[in-house]
Every structure is written in C-alpha cells, then in structure tokens.
C-alpha cells in the first residue's frame, strides 16, 4: 500500500477516476470546484474516457446526470451548497426515477447571509428526496464511500442514488494521507453497470418519467421506502465485501470508545474527529465517555444507533444543521425513533470554528441536560 | 414527397380533438424513425401521452421536468455518444412555455455546447396544459387567462418573444420555423435537422383549439391562415444563412386568421390594425 497526501476532493476525483463514469455533468461552486477541475483534467488527459459536459448550471448538471443514467450508463456530479438547493427538485426526480446516480456533496451552509464555509444544512436539507446519505470523517473514507456507493447505488433490490457529503474546506481542502486502490482490485469490485431494466433504448422501447395518477403514485413512493430499508442489507453486504477486498471496514455507525461510556456524543463527519481527540483527553481523567458517528444517515440506522446509546446514562447529539423550532435533525431523528432522553446542540453553523473547548462544554451540558436544544459557540450577547 | 406509414406516437392517447402538438410529433417521428430516443419538457405532451400505466410512444421515451428538457437531453446525447451509439437521434419536444420562459437557460446551455440533438418548440402560445396562461410565445393582443382582456386592458400587450433568432444568435447549424399545416415543409426540416452535425432547433407553430378558440375541425385551417397572413413566416437558417421556404401566393389579411380565434376577438379595428401593419412590415422586409 502507498499512502498518497490528498485532499479530500482529490481523494473523490481519483475514486471517480476508478469507478470509470460514462458521462459527468458538472458545475463549479466552492468547495466542491476542485473535484470538477481534477475530472477535467483527468478527462483531458485521457484517465478517464469519459463524457464531461460542462453544464449551465447545478440544475442541468443533475438533469443531465439523471438523462445519461436513462441511457443506462455510469455517472457522477458533485455540487455545494447553493447548488445542491437548485438541484433540490431533480434530486427527487432522480431517485423516483430509481436512477443509481452517485454524487459527491462538499458541504456548505445556505444562504442567507451568504457563507462559503461549512455546515450540513444543505444535505441534511435534502433527508428526504429519496437519496441515500453517507458522511464521511476523512479523504479515505470520501474515497471508499464513493467506490461503495455505486456498488449500492445499482444493486437492482436498492437502484436509488448515492449522495457522499464531505464537510467543505475542513476536508475538502485539507490533505490526509489515502490509500488510492489499485485499477484491477477497484474492477474486480465494482464490475461495469449493466442495467437490467428500464433504460433507454430503441430496440427495447420504454417509457421513462410518465404521469401517475392518485391510483399510482403513493405505490411508487411505497416501493422506495421498500428499496431503502432493502438498502440496509446491501450496505452491510457491500461493507463486508469491500473490507474483505481493500482491509477497511465502514459500519453504518462507528463507535469509539463508547461501549463501556456513561456519556455517549453522536455526531457526523469530520466534526467526529475533534471529538475523538476530547473523548481521549477526558478518558484519561477519568470520565466515560464515547462517541457514536453517524456515517449512513441514509437510510437511518435506527437499531445500529440503539443498540449503541441504550446502555448510556447520557446522550447528547451535536447537528450542523437545525429545523426551525425543533433544532437539529439528526437530533430529532433520534428522539423521535428510540426511546431514549437525548440533549440537542447546534454547532458550527456557517464555518464557526469548533475548538475541544466547545466539544468539553457539550460533554458537560450533556450530564446535566436542558430540555431544549442549545447553541454553542454563539458569541456573547454585546 | 412521400409520407411514411409508420407511425410511431399510438393513437388513443389523451389528446383534445383536434390537438395541434400531436400531429408535429407523429409528423416529426415519422421522419426521424424508430432509431430516436424522445425526451419531453412536462406539459400537455406530456401529460397526454403517458398516463401510467399507459403511453403513446413507441420509440424509447423520457420526461424529468418542467425547465430541464435540454438538459436532460444533453445528458442522453453524451452518453448515446459515450457508447458509440452516434446513429441515434436524440430529439425534445418543449411547449412553448418549457421552451421560452422556464426551460431558455436549459436550451441556452445546450445549444452552446453543442449537443448533437434536435429540439422541436411545438408552439400553442400559451400555458395551455395549465389553463391557457400567457407565455413568452404568447402574442400581441391575446386574450389568456393571466392577460386578460377588460376594461383596462386589450390582452397580452407585449410582443412574442423571437425565440428561433434567440437559437440563431447562438450559432447553431440549424434553425427553422415550421407549421403544422405545412406538413411537407416541416418534415423535410426534421429531416435537415437530424442530418446536421451538432444543435438543431425547430419552432413549431401548431394551433390549439382550447387555448385560440375555435372549433377543433379547423386546427389546419388555423395553421394556414397564420402563414397565408404572414402571422407567422416559415424560414430556415442554416449555416446563418436565412431562407424564407414558403411564400403565400396571395397575402390574406391578418384580420381573417384573428377574427377566426376567441382570443381575439375583442379586439378593436385599431388593435387589428396594429397588428396588420407589424406584419406588413417584417413580410415587406422579407418579401413575402
């Protein structure tokens, strides 16, 4: 194995070079643009052979990802943010339309105010439009998520697209060291895309996207929440396989230090990281505590989840995101499946540096918990 | 010129008597054949043809959405060509309001990067699946239910939108007006279109007997008398060279084609007038 430092991006780009995408729509936004500049130039330099069209807009981008899968062929796209919003009603298109579209997110806060800087609102925005959501800690994990996600993505009992969300800047910017897999193992894992059904062809003629009828359309909507509860088992499958293959395991959740944990933090993406190191500091004063890191939100781990919190006396759930009046998602996703008394806190928002300090601060507020969600890090009232 | 038999849009579909948007697609598939993937922007097309479990076409077909049928042709053409399947012809069909206001960025993208497909504008002037509301295509004088006319008003009081030379001022290879009345002339343009290499756009004009008013026998009748008025012209650019393909022999007055639609009909003789000397003068401009 030759570990290579990368960004983040550059750890996607080189896992879409490997899953060898037939057509890939792109449009630039910070912070994802340097996935679509490392495809260009992959492309222009005959790496990839692939279509790169370089769409008007984030809006045409996943249009013209969602036509290209109709074709049956692989595709890819990334966006950000503001981009992800004007995809917002193709991506319930896209997964209505059961087609395996994988794309990578470089999360970003929405506007207003305007922020470049990172937040999940802008996925988390899009819980529930049918897509499945991983969000990766590191640049190996954007990586493996990505080889993974397409193997999920067209397993014919799934067929619903893939959304990787990486935290913008603090990974999409930053270089860790990957462990890029080779061509053949990568082929060897994720075979060519050979749709079974339902694509464009003239001598097989069908028709993609008709109009449904209140006789129709709740079946069609029943049968994704079918393929995505199917989903668990296939990402389990494919998880196993792919640790069999390349030595890394991804569950739906990890868990650090948390079996034994009095005090249990959940919580996603690379946000995990800092806790891990505060989880270390107050282990070695004495204080059980652990984390939960929600990585597939998509479909929602629920008994993963339980399993891993039921025995803590206290649980606190860190969002990037929040629903107004009811705080954060993931916060309210658990409370509102497991019976268990989980403290909310909102974190981070637009770019708000997150220091151990504030992870200590919702360790403590964690024991002794308030009944409505808090924000930490909000600066002093002037 | 002979008419192929084959018909590929199945009769039984949902369609108004007398629907103009049906003919222009039976006569365009006609032309480009069974090797043809059909990408439709959502609206009367689409809606009549594909009530699930049924559907009309009998070619591979796709609909996404309102504003993105370009888009999503786009991508069916990369992938068409990433597949080394370049023999296929890719064609939309946009309504005039998925075409001129909602779907302009869509096309305007794809027409620019050059996509090798064919889009045909099929033409009613107005938001006719939602109820006959004004587009940008709507013209001058219309009475619709979002411009109506009254006591304040005349109707629609903007001009409609040039959408072929919005096409033409992005330097495709193909661009060309067409009516459905004129069957001929519009099919030998599909067939121009498929043939050229890159973007292809094609304005349709097709009437609409809901949306005009008036007695769904006469949907031919209506498409005549737009182009014996010189209401609406039949050209083609190709290359950037502007061909008028049809001239009436005897120009009729335009008052005839307004008096025979509903949304007209309010109209003053002044208004009519208006109208008249517009298109007396792009038709002296053009020769027609």
């Given at each position: ?11 996607i780009?080189?896992?879409v070079?490997?899953?060898?995408p037939?057509?890939i729509?792109?449009?630039?936004i ?22 790169y069209?370089?769409?008007e807009?984030?809006h045409s981008?996943i249009?013209a990802?969602l ?6 062929v692989?595709?890819f ?6 981009g992800l919003?004007?995809m ?8 209505g339309?059961?087609a395996p579209?994988?794309?990578?997110d ?11 800087w990172?937040?999940?609102q ?9 897509w499945m ?9 954007a ?7 397409y193997?999920?993505?067209e ?6 697209p893939?959304m ?11 270089v860790?060291?990957?462990?890029v897999?080779?061509e ?18 003239p ?9 449904t009828?209140?006789d129709?359309?709740?079946e ?8 995505m ?19 890394r ?5 990890e868990k650090?230090r948390s ?31 652990g ?5 597939v939100f998509r ?14 006396s ?12 009811i705080?954060?998602?993931l ?7 497991m ?11 637009g770019g ?10 919702v ?7 308030s009944?409505?969600p808090?924000w930490?890090g ?5 | 010129?002979?008419l192929p038999?084959?018909?590929f ?9 007398g ?5 222009g ?5 006609k ?10 922007a ?7 043809t ?5 559907t009309?076409?009998?070619i591979?077909?796709?609909?996404v959405?309102?504003?993105n049928?370009a888009?999503?042709?786009s ?6 060509k ?18 001129a ?15 090798n ?5 099929y ?10 509301q004004?587009s940008?295509?709507t013209?001058y ?11 304040e008003?005349?109707?629609e ?8 030379m919005?096409?033409a ?5 193909y661009?060309a ?16 279109a498929?043939?050229v ?12 007997t ?6 769904p ?6 498409g005549r ?9 039949l050209?083609e ?7 008028v ?17 509903k ?7 002044l ?15 053009l020769?027609i």
């Open positions: 194995m030759v570990l290579k430092v990368m960004s983040s991006n550059q750890a780009a080189e896992a070079k490997l899953v060898k037939k057509v729509p792109v449009y630039p910070t912070p994802q643009t340097t996935i679509s500049e490392y495809l260009a130039k992959y492309v222009a330099d005959g790496d990839i052979d692939a279509e069209i370089r769409v807009s984030e981008a249009s990802c036509g290209a899968s109709g074709t049956g692989r595709v796209t990334a966006t950000s943010s503001q919003a004007l917002h009603e193709i991506l319930f298109a896209a997964a339309l059961r579209i994988v794309m990578a470089a999360n970003r806060a929405l506007s207003a105010p305007l922020s470049i990172n937040d999940q802008d996925s988390i925005s899009e819980r529930d439009s049918g959501q991983i969000y990766a800690e590191n640049g190996q994990e990586l493996d998520s990505v080889l993974m996600s193997k999920i993505s397993n014919k009992e799934v067929l619903l893939t990787v969300c990486v935290d913008g800047f603090i990974l999409t910017h930053t860790d060291p990957v462990d897999p080779e053949e193992e990568v082929d060897k894992f994720l075979p060519d895309y050979n749709p079974e059904h339902a694509y464009l062809d001598k097989r003629p069908m028709s993609i996207g008709t109009f009828d209140p129709y359309y709740m069609a909507r029943h049968d994704m929440e079918v393929a509860e199917k989903a668990k088992t296939v990402i389990s499958n494919v998880s196993q396989e792919f640790a069999d293959t390349f030595g395991k991804y569950d739906f959740i650090y079996e034994d944990a009095d005090t249990i933090i959940i919580a996603m993406g690379s946000i995990c990281s800092t806790i891990k190191d505060v989880i270390d500091e107050l282990r070695e004063e004495g204080e059980k505590v984390l939960v890191r929600v990585r479909p929602f781990p629920v008994e993963e989840i339980y399993d891993a919190i039921k025995g803590a206290n649980v606190g759930v860190i969002d990037k995101n929040f629903s107004f009046s705080g954060g998602v916060h309210n996703n658990i409370k509102s499946m019976d268990v008394n989980a403290a909310g806190f909102i974190i981070g928002l708000r540096d997150i220091k151990p300090s504030h992870i200590k601060e360790v403590e507020k964690t024991k002794n918990p009944n409505k808090l930490i909000l600066k002093e009232e002037q | 010129m002979e038999e084959k018909e849009l199945a009769p039984g579909h949902r369609a108004c008597a629907c103009g948007a049906t003919i697609v039976r006569l365009a598939l032309m480009l054949g069974e090797n043809t993937v059909a990408v439709s959502t609206g009367c097309l689409e809606v009549i594909t009530p699930y479990p049924e009309a076409w009998e591979p077909w796709m609909h959405a309102f504003e049928a888009a999503v042709a991508g069916v053409e990369s992938a068409l990433a597949q080394g399947k370049t023999d296929t012809n890719v064609v939309v069909f946009g309504g005039d309001g998925g075409t206001d909602i779907g302009l960025q869509a096309l305007s993208g794809a027409m620019e990067r050059g996509h497909l064919i889009y045909i504008c033409d009613n002037e107005a938001y006719m699946n939602t109820g006959i004004r940008g295509a013209p004088g219309a009475s619709t239910t979002t411009s109506p006319h009254g006591k008003s005349f109707g009081d903007k001009p409609k939108k040039n959408m072929p919005i096409m001022a992005h330097g495709i290879p661009v007006t067409a009516s459905i009345s004129y069957p001929e002339d519009f099919m030998k343009k599909v067939k121009k498929a043939e290499d890159g973007p292809a756009y094609i304005h349709l004009q097709q009437p609409c809901t949306g005009w008013g008036y007695s026998a006469k949907t031919i009748e209506l008398l737009a182009v014996e008025t010189g209401s609406w012209i050209y650019i190709e290359d950037g060279e502007f061909k393909t049809y001239r009436p022999v005897q120009r009729k007055m335009v008052s005839e084609y307004l008096n025979a639609q949304r007209f009909k309010h109209l003053s003789d208004e009519k007038e208006k109208i008249q000397s517009h298109v007396d003068a792009i038709c002296v401009e020769k």
